[in-house]
Structure formats: C-alpha cells, structure tokens
T-cell receptor
Framework: QKEVEQNSGPLSVPEGAIASLNCTYSDRGSQSFFWYRQYSGKSPELIMFIYSNGDKEDGRFTAQLNKASQYVSLLIRDSQPSDSATYLC????????????FGQGTILTVHP | GAGVSQSPSNKVTEKGKDVELRCDPISGHTALYWYRQSLGQGLEFLIYFQGNSAPDKSGLPSDRFSAERTGGSVSTLTIQRTQQEDSAVYLCAGGASYYGYTFGSGTRLTVV
C-alpha cells in the first residue's frame, strides 16, 4: 500500500463546476496535510494546509480532513481553466517536523 | 531572500562527472527537503534535514548521492559519477509543518 494515494485521474470538469480531488494516507499518526498545485514545467506551489478534522476554506478552495477515515480532499469551486494543473497531496507525520510524503498527483483539466 | 533559491537552474554534464546542486532556503526554515522529479512523474523523496542533521536519508538512490546542510541554512546535494538515469529536475523545499513548505524553482539536470 502506498503511503499517500490520490485518485488517479485525469479529472476533467467544465468551467464553473466543482472539482473534487481525493487523497488517502496509510500512516494513522499523520498530523499535517497539504495540497500543492503544479503547473507543467513549474515547481509545486502550496495552496492549502489543514491539521484539524473538518473543513478549511480559503477563497474558492476547501480542504476537508477526516482522520478517522484517513482521508483528505480538496474542493475547487467555480473551476476556471487556469486551475488546470496537477494537484499533489502531501502528508507529514510530526507536528513540527518529519518526512513530507507526496502522492502521485491528480491531473485536473477545466474545459471552457 | 524572498524565496527558496536553487542553483544552477540548469546543468548539463557528461556521464561520469560529479555535480553539486545548491539550495538556499528562506531564513528560519527549520526543515529542508530534497526531491527528484522525472518527466511526467511524481515527486521522489531523497532526503530531509531538520537543522543540520538528516533524520531520513532513505530516499537517496545510491551511495553516489550525498547531501549536507550547514548553519541550518544552505544545503548541497552532490551526485558523484553521474549516470544518464540521474537526469531529472531536483527540487528543494523548506519550511515547517505549521505553515507549510515552499519549493524552489528546481535544478534541471541533464546527463549526456
């Protein structure tokens, strides 16, 4: 079992729709969770992080965490073509430090 | 500096040569990570530093790879006797779990 798994994609949604990206992790001791966006040819960019169960909203983005189910998701509302990218889920065990483990990423395409 | 700085941005080297890749994180970044990304692939963990020590170097592919960090700041990744399979983008990230990790722009290594 991979340490961090993401829905394989690619995911294609129409402009204005909600894109839902999912991630599961195997280490029940994981404490901190991150979502990165990576455009082709660029390095990953941090867009959200979450530590507590529940939802965290930032603009059009909502991260959802369920530690009991070992599941973290990212919702993108009112998707735009500029949201087309690879989305990476990352997990870290420690509260202050530890190995930062990434999933393989999900390619999202938002079509006009 | 304003962000995580990596140098060189591009490096072409002959097979068998040694290369050094440099990462200069933002002041105060306690943790520093090195990843490798081949074309179209996910992020491959190499090593991480907490201060100057490396609690996890399990991702280094072989003993040709080594890394060090001095003064809790600059880190150098050294690849000895480069091989063609070492060709990839090498990414460095710094930060802390309570505010996330910022990536540099990467070093694109090509071994010919």
């Amino acid at each position: 079992q991979k340490e961090v798994e993401q829905n394989s994609g690619p995911l294609s949604v129409p402009e204005g729709a909600i894109a839902s990206l999912n991630c599961t992790y195997s280490d029940r001791g994981s404490q901190s969770f991150f979502w990165y966006r990576q455009y082709s040819g660029k390095s990953p960019e941090l867009i959200m992080f979450i530590y507590s169960n529940g939802d965290k909203e930032d603009g059009r983005f909502t991260a959802q965490l369920n530690k009991a189910s070992q599941y973290v998701s990212l919702l993108i509302r009112d998707s735009q073509p500029s949201d087309s990218a690879t989305y990476l889920c990352a997990v870290i065990r420690g509260t202050s430090y530890g190995k930062l483990t990434f999933g393989q990423g999900t390619i999202l395409t938002v079509h006009p | 500096g304003a962000g995580v700085s990596q140098s060189p941005s591009n490096k072409v080297t002959e097979k068998g040569k040694d290369v050094e890749l440099r990462c200069d994180p933002i002041s105060g970044h306690t943790a520093l990570y090195w990843y490798r990304q081949s074309l179209g692939q996910g992020l491959e963990f190499l090593i991480y530093f907490q201060g100057n020590s490396a609690p996890d170097k399990s991702g280094l592919p072989s003993d040709r790879f080594s890394a060090e960090r001095t003064g809790g700041s600059v880190s150098t990744l050294t690849i000895q006797r480069t091989q063609q399979e070492d060709s990839a983008v090498y990414l460095c990230a710094g930060g802390a779990s309570y505010y996330g990790y910022t990536f540099g722009s990467g070093t694109r290594l090509t071994v010919v």
